[in-house]
């Protein structure tokens, strides 16, 4: 079974995640969503809170096959200032693994120094924080195991192409037909 687990902040950007939760699901991927605060509950950037399954400490990494970054603020800066995420995003991506960042979330990645020479997707006001990289504007890039795009808008996008790389193009194609995405 193919398993993804998506990091929650408090101020998280709510469809970013719930997008890529809700259409993984639908393409029976494992999803684990995971907090990285001391708490299960998360809160949004528009209020809406979230009930995880894990807390970052209990998350078993290992056995996932990719990892999603949501974007907002100040859900993408809390990304950025925790140790273990910065951790995990590297082991993931040098290892070969499928690293999901939406919106702002891919400057988590360009810190890391893992976007030097890749074609990368974000928010159009943090394209400048991202250095060595070659920016895109289209709602979603695939540079080898790296799956970015641009914000709240390309989320289905997003997850679609998630399902993609993760299950194939068809399933992709399923999903994206059993919700009337055209």
């Known amino acids: 079974m193919i398993k993804v687990n998506v990091l929650l902040a408090d101020g998280f950007e ?13 393409a029976q991927i494992y999803v684990g969503t995971v907090s990285i605060g001391e708490e299960y509950q998360v809160h949004g950037a528009h209020g809406i ?12 990494f290992s056995e996932a096959d990719a990892i999603v970054l949501p974007g907002g603020m100040p859900g993408t800066t809390n990304l950025k200032e925790h140790e273990g ?29 893992l976007l030097k ?10 394209e400048n924080e991202i250095q060595g990289a070659v920016i895109v504007r289209v709602p979603v890039v695939v540079d ?7 914000g709240a808008g390309t989320a289905i996008d ?17 999903i994206a037909e059993s919700i009337i995405y055209e």
């Open 158 to 174: 997003f997850a679609l192409e998630l399902i993609a790389v993760l299950a194939g193009r068809e399933k992709a194609v399923s």
């Open 14 to 26: 709510e469809i970013e995640a719930l997008a890529v939760v809700d259409l993984l699901r639908r």
């Open 85 to 113: 995420v910065r951790k995990v995003v590297t082991d993931f991506a040098e290892n070969g693994k499928v690293v999901g960042a939406i919106c702002a979330a891919p400057t988590v990645l360009g810190e890391l120094g």
């Open 144 to 150: 080898g195991n790296l799956v970015t795009s641009r």
């Open 49 to 60: 809170n979230v009930q995880t399954e894990d807390l970052f400490e209990e998350a078993d």
């Open 117 to 126: 020479g890749k074609r990368v997707a974000c928010y159009p006001s943090v």
